[in-house]
């Protein structure tokens, strides 16, 4: 693959190759960063069947990826709240652009490209004033910053673009926080989550508050069916004792849909989902908890509970063809079967918490 990367990468410097496609990066289906021992962090590019295909280094420790919709780029953001984001040429290994978050804000980890790939979008904390903002960058020019817009509440974390191509969906976890803090929450008993629906202008399209006695259910990741069902995970800051839903869809005009296993179920998630996915077919929904070391799995015809999957350490989920794809900080990529967990990959490292289908 380094060979092959390389006389790519030749061609493309004189002009005789035609434009690069994810194809020529080996198609990968899936990016995630890692950690590997001795070799620090990566942007690893996977296969369908598990297999690494690619792994370029970052700079420190990765969270969620972009992926460019025609050009095999891929973006690798920090984990908040880092300030880092790597765009890596998933061809050549090598890197096209650097950039970092203005000062008085940091990255949350995750962002998302326009339709047409000219336009990356980043959710960012104003930690001064304790709001967050989107941040946009020219993909066509080199990454630089365009502007700023505000994300419609506090701790932005995910963002997706809807299947309009015109509306991007944040998931605002209502969480303030501040790097001179560390990871400490600064505003629990005010805490509002939200979805906001806005432009790419980042005028509001609508806006989804959660019930008032789930205000500190922090909505964190989202998923997006492909008629435009919005699935999100939430991690629970109240109570230990407590145990409310900690997954809910929501389709625009239409009331937000809780989702929840039965009890014993339920608290294996101990508060906690770290990602979520639907099906391409939206038949079903999985979502992943790396703290209670299970997937579970839901049928969306009538939002009812399906199967719960014991996994250490699993986070990364992902719609693949006719099933799920998961990932797990110990290592392993895998699939489901009607019974158990069948593992398509043990890899020599610890992949970080999402897994983005390109």
Not at 35 to 58: E, M
Not at 172 to 192: A, C, F, S
Request: proline share 6%.
């Amino acid at each position: 693959m380094a060979s092959r990367r390389a006389f790519l990468g030749g061609l493309i410097a004189t002009g005789l190759c035609p434009r690069p496609s994810w194809a020529d990066a080996g198609s990968p289906t899936y990016l995630s960063a890692a950690r590997f021992p001795n070799a620090g962090d990566h942007l690893v590019g996977l296969s369908g069947a598990g297999d690494i295909l690619f792994k370029l280094p970052l700079p420190g420790r990765g969270h969620a990826a972009a992926a460019h919709p025609t050009r095999p780029e891929a973006v690798g953001f920090a984990r908040r709240p880092g300030r880092f984001a790597f765009v890596l040429d998933c061809i050549t290994g090598q890197a096209i652009a650097t950039f970092n978050a203005p000062e008085g804000r940091h990255f949350y980890g995750h962002g998302t490209f326009s339709a047409d790939g000219s336009t990356l979008y980043t959710t960012e904390n104003d930690y001064e004033a304790g709001l967050g903002v989107i941040g946009v960058w020219d993909a066509q020019h080199g990454y630089v910053r365009l502007g700023e817009f505000a994300s419609g509440g506090v701790g932005p974390h995910d963002m997706k673009l809807m299947p309009d191509g015109e509306t991007l969906v944040i998931a605002n976890g209502g969480v303030e926080t501040h790097p001179d803090m560390g990871r400490t929450k600064l505003n629990l008993t005010t805490m509002r989550p939200n979805l906001n629906y806005v432009a790419p202008d980042g005028t509001q399209r609508d806006q989804i508050e959660l019930p008032s006695e789930l205000s500190r259910n922090s909505i964190r990741h989202l998923a997006i069916g492909p008629e435009g069902l919005v699935a999100f995970a939430m991690q629970w800051q109240g109570e230990a004792e407590q145990h409310p839903a900690l997954l809910g869809l929501h389709t625009r005009g239409e009331d937000i849909r809780l989702l929840q296993a039965p009890e014993l179920e339920h608290r294996e998630l101990r508060g906690y989902v770290g990602s979520v996915a639907i099906a391409q077919d939206s038949s079903q929904l999985s979502a992943t908890s790396p703290i209670g070391g299970v997937v579970q799995i839901f049928d969306l015809a009538n939002d009812t509970f399906s199967a719960t999957y014991a996994l250490p350490d699993v986070c990364g989920v992902s719609a693949g063809g006719a099933k799920f794809m998961f990932s797990s900080g110990t290592g392993k990529v895998g699939t489901f079967d009607d019974a158990k967990p069948v593992f398509l990959g043990d890899h020599p490292c610890a992949w970080d918490n999402h897994l983005v289908r390109i």
